[in-house]
Nanobody, 124 residues
Framework: QVQLVESGGGLVQSGDSLRLSCVAS????????MAWFRQAPGKEREFVAA????????NYADSGKGRFTISRDNAKNTVYLEIHSLKPEDTALYYC?????????????????WGHGTQVTVSS
């Protein structure tokens, strides 16, 4: 089993930056790709960014390219998501996900473990 705990969300203003963190515990040696997804009220969960086990490969949703940066520190079992120039439409519950297989997919079905999410609210 793998447990994921997100942190770093909050209420911010348009144009601000945030760094979200996700700490993994348990059988962390079994984790390959990790990703961030988000879900706004009344909308489906959508892919934000993913990173390979080594950190050498990343993948971003078109909506976040240039503003989102995903990274990971395997020594700390932590994955990060930096968000710059936040917009009101970035308001959502941000989830961390871990996959037991390589591939850096952009669909929720590709991930085996999920955190409970951290809320990001951007005011205009």
């Amino acid at each position: 089993q793998v447990q994921l705990v997100e942190s770093g969300g909050g209420l911010v203003q348009s144009g601000d930056s945030l760094r979200l963190s996700c700490v993994a515990s348990g059988r962390t040696f079994s984790i390959y790709d990790m990703a961030w997804f988000r879900q706004a009220p009344g909308k489906e969960r959508e892919f934000v960014a993913a990173i390979s086990r080594s950190g050498s490969s990343t993948n971003y949703a078109d909506s976040g390219k240039g503003r989102f940066t995903i990274s990971r520190d395997n020594a700390k079992n932590t994955v990060y998501l930096e968000i710059h120039s936040l917009k009101p439409e970035d308001t959502a519950l941000y989830y961390c996900a871990a996959a037991l297989y390589p591939g850096a997919t952009d669909t929720p079905d590709g991930y085996n473990y999920w955190g409970h999410g951290t809320q990001v609210t951007v005011s205009s």
